[in-house]
Protein backbone atom coordinates (compact mmCIF):
# COMPACT_ATOMS: atom_id res chain seq x y z
CA UNK A 1 0.00 0.00 0.00
CA UNK A 2 1.45 3.64 -0.96
CA UNK A 3 1.20 6.18 1.46
CA UNK A 4 1.98 9.61 1.07
CA UNK A 5 2.69 12.61 2.85
CA UNK A 6 2.75 15.92 1.99
CA UNK A 7 4.66 19.18 3.77
CA UNK A 8 5.49 22.57 3.46
CA UNK A 9 2.06 24.47 2.84
CA UNK A 10 1.63 27.76 4.27
CA UNK A 11 0.26 31.60 3.67
CA UNK A 12 2.43 33.54 1.18
CA UNK A 13 1.65 36.75 -0.43
CA UNK A 14 1.54 37.38 -3.99
CA UNK A 15 4.65 36.88 -5.91
CA UNK A 16 6.55 34.71 -3.46
CA UNK A 17 7.93 31.43 -3.56
CA UNK A 18 7.34 28.46 -1.78
CA UNK A 19 8.35 24.17 -2.42
CA UNK A 20 6.06 21.62 -1.10
CA UNK A 21 7.60 18.18 -0.20
CA UNK A 22 6.43 15.13 -0.52
CA UNK A 23 7.27 11.63 1.38
CA UNK A 24 6.28 8.32 1.05
CA UNK A 25 7.32 4.43 1.90
CA UNK A 26 9.25 2.44 0.03
CA UNK A 27 10.65 2.69 -3.47
CA UNK A 28 7.03 4.13 -4.58
CA UNK A 29 9.48 7.22 -6.47
CA UNK A 30 11.52 4.44 -8.21
CA UNK A 31 9.00 2.52 -9.23
CA UNK A 32 5.68 4.56 -9.77
CA UNK A 33 4.80 8.09 -11.93
CA UNK A 34 4.06 10.39 -8.92
CA UNK A 35 2.92 14.10 -9.43
CA UNK A 36 1.17 17.01 -8.10
CA UNK A 37 -3.11 18.17 -7.95
CA UNK A 38 -4.91 20.70 -6.22
CA UNK A 39 -8.20 21.61 -4.92
CA UNK A 40 -9.32 25.28 -4.34
CA UNK A 41 -12.26 25.55 -1.94
CA UNK A 42 -15.48 24.97 -4.07
CA UNK A 43 -13.42 23.92 -7.26
CA UNK A 44 -13.03 20.24 -8.90
CA UNK A 45 -9.68 19.16 -8.19
CA UNK A 46 -6.89 20.01 -10.69
CA UNK A 47 -3.94 18.59 -11.86
CA UNK A 48 -0.73 20.40 -11.17
CA UNK A 49 2.32 18.57 -12.58
CA UNK A 50 3.82 15.03 -13.25
CA UNK A 51 6.67 12.94 -13.43
CA UNK A 52 7.58 9.56 -14.73
CA UNK A 53 9.46 6.66 -13.56
CA UNK A 54 13.11 7.41 -13.05
CA UNK A 55 14.90 4.70 -15.98
CA UNK A 56 18.44 3.83 -16.70
CA UNK A 57 18.51 6.04 -19.78
CA UNK A 58 17.08 9.12 -18.62
CA UNK A 59 16.14 11.44 -16.53
CA UNK A 60 11.97 11.09 -15.90
CA UNK A 61 9.51 13.04 -18.16
CA UNK A 62 7.91 15.71 -16.66
CA UNK A 63 4.29 17.04 -17.19
CA UNK A 64 2.81 20.50 -16.50
CA UNK A 65 -0.36 21.86 -16.21
CA UNK A 66 -0.23 24.57 -18.82
CA UNK A 67 -1.17 27.25 -16.75
CA UNK A 68 1.61 26.37 -14.38
CA UNK A 69 4.18 25.29 -16.52
CA UNK A 70 6.41 28.70 -16.57
CA UNK A 71 6.24 28.97 -12.45
CA UNK A 72 5.88 25.42 -11.26
CA UNK A 73 8.74 22.62 -11.06
CA UNK A 74 8.64 19.21 -10.07
CA UNK A 75 11.70 17.64 -8.86
CA UNK A 76 12.18 14.29 -7.24
CA UNK A 77 14.97 13.14 -4.87
CA UNK A 78 15.10 8.99 -4.92
CA UNK A 79 17.76 8.50 -2.55
CA UNK A 80 15.93 11.20 0.12
CA UNK A 81 12.20 9.26 -0.54
CA UNK A 82 11.09 12.72 -1.35
CA UNK A 83 9.19 14.87 -4.64
CA UNK A 84 8.85 18.32 -4.14
CA UNK A 85 7.02 21.06 -6.17
CA UNK A 86 8.88 24.20 -6.56
CA UNK A 87 6.09 27.22 -6.99
CA UNK A 88 7.04 30.71 -7.77
CA UNK A 89 5.15 33.84 -8.52
CA UNK A 90 2.18 32.92 -6.46
CA UNK A 91 -0.63 34.25 -6.89
CA UNK A 92 -4.45 34.32 -4.89
CA UNK A 93 -5.87 31.90 -7.59
CA UNK A 94 -2.84 29.34 -6.70
CA UNK A 95 -4.66 28.95 -3.01
CA UNK A 96 -5.88 25.63 -2.70
CA UNK A 97 -4.82 22.54 -0.61
CA UNK A 98 -2.14 20.47 -2.84
CA UNK A 99 -2.45 16.87 -2.92
CA UNK A 100 0.85 14.37 -3.77
CA UNK A 101 -0.34 11.03 -5.89
CA UNK A 102 1.03 8.16 -7.27
CA UNK A 103 0.25 5.80 -10.28
CA UNK A 104 0.06 2.16 -9.25
CA UNK A 105 4.55 0.41 -9.65
CA UNK A 106 5.08 0.11 -13.25
CA UNK A 107 2.39 1.91 -14.63
CA UNK A 108 3.19 1.81 -18.66
CA UNK A 109 1.86 5.04 -19.76
CA UNK A 110 3.79 7.75 -21.19
CA UNK A 111 3.87 10.67 -19.09
CA UNK A 112 1.45 13.19 -20.51
CA UNK A 113 -2.76 13.43 -20.28
CA UNK A 114 -3.44 10.00 -20.58
CA UNK A 115 -1.39 9.39 -17.32
CA UNK A 116 -3.46 11.01 -15.22
CA UNK A 117 -6.67 8.81 -14.65
CA UNK A 118 -3.89 6.54 -13.33
CA UNK A 119 -3.10 8.06 -10.42
CA UNK A 120 -5.00 6.67 -7.66
CA UNK A 121 -2.77 7.16 -4.30
CA UNK A 122 -3.47 10.51 -2.42
CA UNK A 123 -1.79 12.35 0.35
CA UNK A 124 -4.09 14.05 2.66
CA UNK A 125 -3.21 17.67 1.73
CA UNK A 126 -1.31 20.43 2.27
CA UNK A 127 -3.03 24.12 2.47
CA UNK A 128 -1.21 26.54 0.30
CA UNK A 129 -2.67 30.19 1.03
CA UNK A 130 -1.77 33.45 -1.39
CA UNK A 131 -2.54 36.89 0.11
CA UNK A 132 -2.82 39.62 -2.24
Known amino acids: QIQLQESGGRSVQTGGSLTLSCTSSGDTFRNSAVGWFRRAAGKEREFVAAIGRPSEWSDADTYYARSMEDRFTITRDINKNMLYLHMTDLTPTDTAVYYC?????????????????????WGRGTQVTVSS
Open 101 to 121: SATPPYTLVRVGPALLPHFSY
